[in-house]
């Protein structure tokens, strides 16, 4: 009997602890999981934020799935909350939300343009206190505002917003259009350097694409225009109709912590290219025996560019050195580019453009922004021997003054499936 | 008392162990803090001051009778009075690892991993495991570490490589001197007491079965440890330049964190939490069971065992002493990391010191 | 208070200077030659006490015939006790009484007759005034192997255990032939260790078909089969096979110790025997290997460990185990290396996921979402939005639930024993999941495991993982990942603190030994060394090539103790 007391005795003293409760244990029905933040400025010195929460699946599996019609599921559930930060906004979000909502999923962090020429750094610094907040989250600039471009977030294809997110963000997939690394992690680091530019995707929603209004132009009765490449686009500006409404194409570049401008998508190309973090492409070049054709080439990096640094006191004079290496994916012109000497011309030709579009965008860049996109920095600073000096020279002062040297060669590797041009049966003469 | 041996594989790593657990906590944003993008040169000096504390403890052990631990060997060359005096120190040294380091750790639990649960269930939960490990002995102790250091070594390289792909940032050790060559230097020396924990070789050694093998098991968990301390240190820099460097919470934590390849392989902190737990546990079994042995020798216990209870009640009531999380790193970086050197290798220099003079005297006698 | 003594060395300092009472092979202890000298060294197992009579002397047989019949009626309790059969004949030309004593239920008529009452009455005995009995075996009973005894205590143990006793009128030992004849099953497969390539043949419930089927494998008289008798009524016949020129001879020791230390009267089964010579009787998990292959077994022997034999059971004991030998087959020697590395790695998986599964899910759902991939757990969210349990009551459900089918599995009646899968799996599983009781995703957990924990080759093992799967589960759900991880150090800390029979639990793995053979078997070739955990007196082995057959008596004296 003793011992029967002593035992049940013992219960409740191992039981206290666990009788107040497994604190964080939280079922994933109870959680609504965040997939894009969007960030733009508030009434009185606050913000706006908006969330994009993701919608549960629903339970077709058990229930013997029976599908539903034609209409489309919401797969985002979009709302904003106006707030001086983000976990007051969280907390106030909370009070109509009925699952918790938690940051740890979230894909996506998106910046208003008004927000970003106003400076970003009191929205990143605050973020990126928060436990759940990741820094491998994707950082997008729109144009206009944030909470428009969130609510254009309708894909077309998927069903599940988590792939969207991720094929869509993908550089990958994407290409070089828009910067390799955009993540939070690369933004602020590069923010909290003194001197560097920051770059991110840039996105712009598209409301005419989702009313259906957009339309392309129609045939343009001028037949001596040249044909236009479609890489000097900015997001936003995509002459398309139909998908998603919302456009990634391009960056935003900022001075600090201010957004500076915009690239259009051959530049940011361009830019992607001088860092070293090139992405299998196709690139339109304007076709050499044709100033009116382009031609596109699949472009990819033979090996990563060298950036070396003369500094001399305080004149920096920066080379790169680029090899390229490329495959004729398609061309209008009557010539045969697989013959040596046309080759040669192509080659040239190509090497020629790539030098003028990256002298102008690192005069765009350096001279007219004043702002080191390319790591740069990284090199002066190597030549320094304490931080205290290297702090001491101001960097982003010396941008502007700064001599580049491009070394540009480019090589063309194949030419894709066909040899010759296709030419008419009649204009073809064999000699 | 019980003599069981333990082998060198054992023996390398319960000191590794014992050493390594350090970069889970905020030790090497206190190394960039002070040395910028030198933090690494910092590292690397720390780690060549650590064979001092090996040779000095041998120089010890040989001086005193065969088969004694440090402390007993201690009070044999000190005397009783002095000796127990600097046993004293040594007992204070282990304990004040014991309690911040589980502080530390239960604060980096509570902050991230399990936000809502109270500080004291997170302590208490880690105490009990703590306690029972060190409660089943130095045996015990070794083969789990054994098995362990492989896990834990390996994950932090992994976590480094990830790291690595994710974010690399070119030229990041550069400017070479970091905050200044003699700040660098200077401050390089006073932390080698980031190896201090060598000195649970003194309790390791004289359970080994030959005295040819201590070298072996101490250089091996030697270069092991500097290692590991030296690449995360360097590989941080790396992945989190300088300015951001200072400003992180747990630099090894937040590498997990940004660990992310492909689509697949992101967010897997958690994996890794399962390794640095394992470590953090075994470490603080391992210094609550040197208090315990320092205080069981001084007393001249016959057993280890019994003390351990009281210990850790008490570790656990010093551990709630600092106010704050900021407290606790504070004591840590200011009062143990800057002043754990001359612990680790001035009284034991002193100590092989006196041991050499005590047996030139005696030689010259007979 | 018994809870204060328990309590007590936790708290007080023990100042005792007793040396401890562990046995440790290998003498890792540097005192252990002082303990040597306490224990008492036992020379032989225990047989059957004798009977005494008043003063304390073995009951000897009487002269007279009459006298010994009733004596023996009265210990039998005869005519009540059926079965005991008195057969008198009588003996050469005088018609000398005979008496011929045994059990019918034991013996074999064919075979009595044949050695016992056709010589008997056909003997031909030169001197009959002067008759010995021990004569008579060169001369009369020719066809079997008798013994003889004066004690009335040997005389009725031999009724018992199937011999036929021929007691003589005036003549003072009686004989003893083994006639035994019981029914006894033939030689099958074994039933829980089943192999594709390698022998079918199982230990059956006698121990001399047992004996013989290692002494088969084992074809040297290096291999000592020691016999004993434990149980003061059950007086079941065990015996411990062993190398004598490569087992330990502090091991044997040990083992005979601890033996003939068994106090218990009844010995139902080898498992009885295990638990009544084990080290840590409450410890969780199994220290000593039953097995029912006598495959097994001789690989075993030949490495030097021992092996234990009880009559009546068809599992054979093998000390000491460690951590290693439960995860491996009798098959993985007879596959290629690169075949049974691949098994021993599925089995080591299995092994982790019966113990870790459940608990791993119930904490990555619990406290780490982010670990999950996002569409993963977004229909997981999807799928558990009409299920009223929590995560965790779900998989404590469905675990017990399991239990419950695996228990009842056994006893089924193997008519419907294949519907049972059925139902279970479907009724209990997709039918809940379908009433939106449990979600989709726990029923694929609790399955995995369930089949994970089929992949571990030893019963005993099965029954830790699945005891201390709800250990962790708990942990899990209170902690998460944390709690199973803080968990898992105290419990393997615990395993791995304990000795079984003086080898720590888990080497080769834990005190790390040199070998070949545990996750990754080298081929045989390489194999050249015995594990070092037994400490064998013999490490190689392969055989020298100079001593050939003979290498045990000349052979050369390797060490006890390699470091």
Sequence with gaps: MRRFLRAMLALPMVGLPLLSGCWDRLDPENMAFIMAVGVDPGPSSNFIYTFAVAMPKSSNAAAGGDSSGGSQEQIVDVFSQEASNLTAALMASQSYVARRLTLIHSKVFVLGESLARKGVMPVLGEVVRNDEFRRTVNVITTKGRADTFIHSIKPTMEKDINLWFELELDPHNIGAVTPHHSRFHDFIVDMEQPGTGATTILSAARPDIERGKARIADEDSDKKASQPIEGDQYAGTLHRSGETPIDFFGSAVYRGERMVGFLTAYETIMMNMLRGEFEKTTLEFRDPSDEKLTLSIIMSAQKKPDMDIKRNKDEIEVSFKVRMEGDLIGSFSKLDYTLPQNQKKLETSVEEQLRDRTSKILDKTMHQWSTDCFHIGNHVRATFPTLQDWYAFKWRDHIKETKYRLDIRFQMRRHGDQVGPAVEGDKMNLK | ?366 | MKGWAKLKKYVVADLSTEPPESFSLGNWEADGAARAENTPVIDALPHVPPLLDGEGNPLRLQDKLEENISWLKKHFSYPQNSGLIFHSISLGKHSRPVIVVYLDSLIEWQHLSRTVITPLLEADLPDESRLEISDMASSVFTNGQMESSCFMGDIANAIVIGSAVVIIDGVDSAGILDVEGMEKRALEAPKTENVVLGSQVGFTEDIRTNISLIRRRLSTPDLIVESGVIGSLSRTRISFAYLKSIANEELVNEVRRRIASIRIDYIGDSGMVEQLIEDHPNSIYPGILSTERPDRVAAQLADGFVGILVDNSPFALIVPAQFPLFLQTAEDSYLRWHYSTFLRIVRSVGFFMSLYLPSLYVAIANYHHEMIPTTLVLAIAGTRESVPLPVSAEAFLLESMFELIREAGVRIPSVIGPTIGIVGALILGQAAVQANIVSPIIVIVTSATALASYTIPNYNMQFTTRILRFVYLACASFLGLVGVILLSIMLWTYWMAGNRFGVPSLSPLAPRRPTRDTLIRAPLQKQVKRPISVHPKDMNKIPDEQNGNDSMESGPAKGGESS
């Design chain 2, 1 to 366: 008392m019980n003599t069981h041996r333990i082998g060198v594989r054992e023996t390398a790593s319960i000191g590794i162990i014992f050493i390594i657990a350090k970069i889970f906590l905020p030790f090497q944003r206190s190394l960039a803090e002070i040395g910028g993008t030198a933090a690494w040169i910092i590292a690397l000096i720390a780690a060549m001051l650590c064979p001092l504390t090996w040779w000095s403890i041998r120089g010890v052990l040989r001086h005193a009778s065969g088969g004694s631990t440090l402390i007993e060997a201690t009070e044999e060359i000190w005397g009783p009075w002095l000796g127990t005096i600097w046993n004293l120190v040594y007992f204070t040294f282990f304990f004040t690892i014991t309690f911040l380091v589980l502080r530390e750790f239960s604060e980096l639990l509570a902050s991230d991993i399990l936000p809502r649960t109270p500080m004291n269930i997170i302590m208490i939960a880690m105490l009990i495991p703590i306690a029972v490990v060190a409660y089943a002995g130095l045996e015990a102790i070794g083969r789990f570490c054994w098995s362990a250091a492989g896990l834990i070594v390996a994950s932090v390289v992994i976590v480094l490589m990830g790291g690595l792909m994710t974010h690399f940032e070119p030229d990041a050790l550069l400017p070479f001197w970091g905050t200044g060559r003699s700040q660098v230097l200077s401050l390089g020396l006073v932390k080698s007491s980031l190896f201090s924990e060598m000195l649970v070789f003194g309790f390791l050694l004289p359970r080994l079965r030959k005295t040819s093998q201590w070298p072996k098991a101490a250089w091996w968990c030697m270069s092991v440890s500097a290692f590991t301390i030296f690449i995360t240190t360097f590989v941080y820099l790396f992945v989190f330049p300088y300015p951001t460097a200072i400003r992180l919470n747990v630099p090894m934590f937040e590498l997990s964190r940004l660990v992310i390849f492909g689509r697949w392989i992101q967010r897997l902190e958690s994996v890794f939490l399962i390794s640095w737990l394992i470590c953090a546990v075994v470490k603080l079994a391992i210094g609550l069971y040197c208090s315990a042995a320092t205080l069981s020798q001084m007393m001249k216990l016959p057993k280890v065992q019994p003390v351990i209870f009281p210990l850790a009640l008490l570790v656990y009531a010093c551990s709630i002493l600092p106010g704050s999380e900021m407290e606790a790193v504070l004591w840590d970086g200011q009062y143990l990391r800057t002043y754990g050197s001359l612990v680790s290798i001035g009284i034991p220099m002193l100590t092989w010191l006196l041991g050499m003079i005590k047996s030139k005297l005696k030689g010259q006698q007979t």
